[in-house]
T-cell receptor, first 116, second 114 residues
Framework: GAVVSQHPSRVICKSGTSVKIECRSL??????MFWYRQFPKQSLMLMAT?????????EQGVEKDKFLINHASLTLSTLTVTSAHPEDSSFYIC????????????FGPGTRLTVL | GENVEQHPSTLSVQEGDSAVIKCTYS??????FPWYKQELGKGPQLIID?????GEKKDQRIAVTLNKTAKHFSLHITETQPEDSAVYFC?????????????FGTGTQLKVEL
């Protein structure tokens, strides 16, 4: 159990367009989902925390209007990169926590975004 | 906020040898410490975790030790195999019942050589 999927796995887009990334918990309900960004050979940087039915909490320095997060159900969270620019190119990874009982985070496989 | 330091940044061992990765944390209130393995181009995979009410936990070839007084914890991999080659991240958080932020270390690139 505790499988998290992401879609798409890779996406290439032009500057100025928007890209949506989906994160799904396949076999459990996720009260909380997290979105991370990872640059090559670096650690994971938390972008935001989302709770089902609530507004996401963004980390300092992360533009909430640029990185739109929606946690519509207990199994789905989406990250939309709006008006993407080449500097937004990165590896985006989501994670999910089962319920309030435990806070173990299970990670998705990641999405490689390339903005031309 | 929490700060997690991880050493070494790279580690090369011979197959069959043991590997040890160490992390220190700054917030004495942190009580949950997971370790993740990340292969190239993939998401991190939880391999073992420990909570502050225990000092050691073992799962087959993998073990984690925690010293709350010194605020450090370590990952031990015995009988290393080539498939253990990956980047390993430690993390720390204060758990209050769910949805808590992890602070990650900078990662250790482990290479197991034949």
């Amino acid at each position: 159990g505790a499988v998290v999927s992401q879609h798409p796995s890779r996406v290439i887009c032009k500057s100025g367009t928007s890209v949506k990334i989906e994160c799904r918990s396949l076999d459990f309900q996720a009260t909380t989902m997290f979105w991370y960004r990872q640059f090559p050979k670096q650690s994971l940087m938390l972008m935001a925390t989302s709770n089902e039915g609530s507004k996401a909490t963004y980390e300092q320095g992360v533009e909430k209007d640029k990185f739109l997060i929606n946690h519509a159900s207990l199994t789905l969270s989406t990250l939309t990169v709006t008006s993407a620019h080449p500097e937004d190119s990165s590896f985006y990874i989501c994670s999910a926590s089962r319920t309030s009982v435990t806070d173990t985070q299970y990670f998705g496989p990641g999405t490689r975004l390339t903005v031309l | 906020g929490e700060n997690v330091e991880q050493h070494p940044s790279t580690l090369s061992v011979q197959e069959g040898d043991s590997a040890v990765i160490k992390c220190t944390y700054s917030d004495s209130a942190s009580n949950y410490f997971p370790w993740y393995k990340q292969e190239l181009g993939k998401g991190p995979q939880l391999i073992i975790d420990i909570r502050s009410n225990v000092g050691e936990k073992k799962d087959q070839r993998i073990a984690v030790t925690l010293n709350k007084t010194a605020k450090h914890f370590s990952l031990h991999i015995t009988e290393t195999q080539p498939e253990d080659s990956a980047v390993y991240f430690c993390a720390a958080s204060l758990t209050t019942g769910g949805g808590n932020k992890l602070t990650f270390g900078t990662g250790t690139q482990l290479k197991v050589e034949l």
